[in-house]
């Protein structure tokens, strides 16, 4: 790749929204062109052409491939997003094609699941220096945030960061107000539309528009924690991510929603600079600014509490695992322990699983992360495990697991379908995988579901659940789930 591509300008995906709802296929077709769908400087496009763009562009939002303007595809090119143009992401990886649907096409997108410019910094400890701050925020307010941001993709990669005040630096982070030497077409545009750019390595910029309200918590303002995670993510060699809810997605991520990293954030990351050196501590990067403490400083809700956690099952007492990343947590009557590192139960499995079930058919833990399956007798791994998923029928990377009573058997979601696996004989039922449309109501994406003792089955989903009947098929309540499930324990100090 040549130098002026390795530095081509990145503007933020953040609140960089189009001037009026778009509502006609005029409007639609100038966003096409803007965000480098469709040649900008034809003068007309056929009908094939604009139809296979819009396909493209649902396909990258993670809509319904149909190639026409409906009702979702004009809400989400309405809505607030990034700058750049999404092509810029597919035409470095030529994986990311907008030709296809149905499982076909989500299943690419996991295979080409590695999204990043193709360089890189051709070391693992970085520094950085800020240079200066914003107005409406101290220089320890925004040390803590940049620290954190950094520290974010420290925990999930083999880069180290460290802060310096003096001298040269591999990354420089800069507030600015208006014109600033990047050229007039870049120039910040007052509160409002893009908030920050970056340059891809190794010019190592990220600037934030200083005319911005920043703040910490997001509940007036822009939270300069998500932001500044954003910004480094392209610094460190990420483009936009087509996953709608990874940190480097196109679309701005909301105070509120799940601030940590997607699973193809990591993978992205994990490509350019490897896994995390073995031994080395992880370092929780939700800043402490956004985690309510008692007055020695502990912290009165588990982390995971913050945003989503990677799986959720119950073992054989009933205790309520809660997985996320490295750690993970018990819930039993109430009552939520520290974080544990994975690996003093479980010293031979992986980091960061993708999902967990407990079978009380034969008391055993099954763990699933990319293209493979463990099971744990307690602590202990059984023998011939892990096992290939497509020796026994399943797809890579499922995306929840669950043992479903009813049938007798484990059931893994995979985007939109399920997998029914007889335990007895580690193969899939004749009768799957099946559409997803058989639980009524249970969205496509879930990352965690478990049977509670009164029998209804929860599902999750960013912040919310969905409790499932088994003997009406249908969802009977909803919510936010850190707020209504007490026995998941946000509710609790953790002991």
């Not at 620290?147 to 925990?155: D, G, I, K, P």
């Not at 190794?202 to 200083?210: I, K, P, Q, Y």
């Not at 999902?355 to 763990?367: E, T, V």
């Not at 699933?368 to 890579?396: A, H, Q, T, Y």
Request: proline share 6%.
């Amino acid at each position: 790749m040549k130098s002026a591509q390795m530095k081509m300008f990145v503007l933020l995906c953040v609140q960089t929204a189009v001037s009026s709802p778009i509502s006609t296929a005029d409007q639609a077709q100038v966003f096409l062109e803007r965000y480098g769908y469709l040649q900008k400087q034809k003068e007309t496009h056929h009908n094939a052409e604009v139809k296979s763009a819009i396909r493209e562009f649902q396909w990258l939002s993670q809509l319904s491939v149909t190639g026409r303007l409906d009702r979702a595809t004009l809400e989400k090119m309405s809505s607030a997003r990034c700058g750049v143009k999404d092509v810029g992401s597919r035409r470095v990886n030529r994986g990311f094609t907008g030709h296809s649907g149905g499982h076909g096409h989500e299943q690419h997108l996991r295979e080409k699941r590695y999204t990043h410019i193709g360089e890189k910094w051709h070391k693992r400890q970085l520094t950085y220096s800020i240079m200066n701050c914003p107005r409406s925020l101290s220089p320890s307010q925004v040390r803590v945030a940049v620290s954190a941001a950094f520290q974010l993709w420290s925990n999930v990669s083999g880069l180290l960061f460290q802060e310096l005040q003096q001298g040269p630096t591999d990354i420089r982070l800069a507030f600015f107000e208006g014109e600033h030497n990047d050229g007039t077409g870049n120039a910040f545009d007052g509160p409002g539309g893009a908030l920050a750019h970056a340059f891809f390595p190794f010019r190592g910029e990220a600037h934030f528009d200083m005319s911005e309200r920043w703040t910490l918590s997001g509940l007036k303002g822009h939270n300069l924690f998500l932001v500044t995670a954003h910004e480094i993510g392209h610094t460190l060699g990420l483009v936009h991510s087509p996953v709608r809810h990874a940190l480097m997605s196109p679309y701005y991520k909301k105070t509120g929603s799940n601030a940590l990293l997607s699973w193809h954030d990591i993978s992205a990351i994990q490509q350019l600079y490897g896994q995390p050196l073995a031994g080395r501590a992880l370092r929780w990067a939700v800043p402490d600014w956004q985690i309510p403490q008692d007055p020695a400083g502990r912290s009165l809700i588990p982390h995971y509490c913050q945003g989503l956690f990677d799986a959720v099952t119950m073992d054989e007492n009933g205790t309520v695992l809660v997985f996320l990343g490295h750690h993970f947590w018990t819930v039993s009557d109430g009552s939520v322990s520290d974080p544990v590192p994975l690996r003093t139960r479980w010293p031979l499995l992986p980091l960061a699983i993708e999902a967990a079930a407990f079978s009380p058919r034969d008391s055993k833990l099954y763990f699933f992360k990319g293209r493979r399956m463990w099971r744990f007798s307690g602590s202990d791994l059984d023998p011939g495990f892990p096992r290939k998923n497509s020796d026994v029928g399943l797809p890579s990377h499922p995306d929840c697991a669950f043992f479903y009573q009813p049938l007798g058997h484990m059931v893994l979601f995979k985007g939109s379908r399920y997998f029914v696996l007889n335990l007895q004989s580690l193969s899939i039922e004749p009768h799957s995988p099946r559409a997803l449309r058989d639980w009524t109501g249970i969205p496509r994406g879930v990352n965690g579901a478990l049977t509670r003792p009164d029998g209804n089955l929860y599902f999750f989903k960013e912040q919310q659940y969905w409790r499932f009947d088994p003997g009406k098929l249908s969802v009977t309540a909803t919510g936010p789930w850190e707020q209504r499930l007490p026995w998941v324990g946000c509710h609790t100090t953790p002991s």
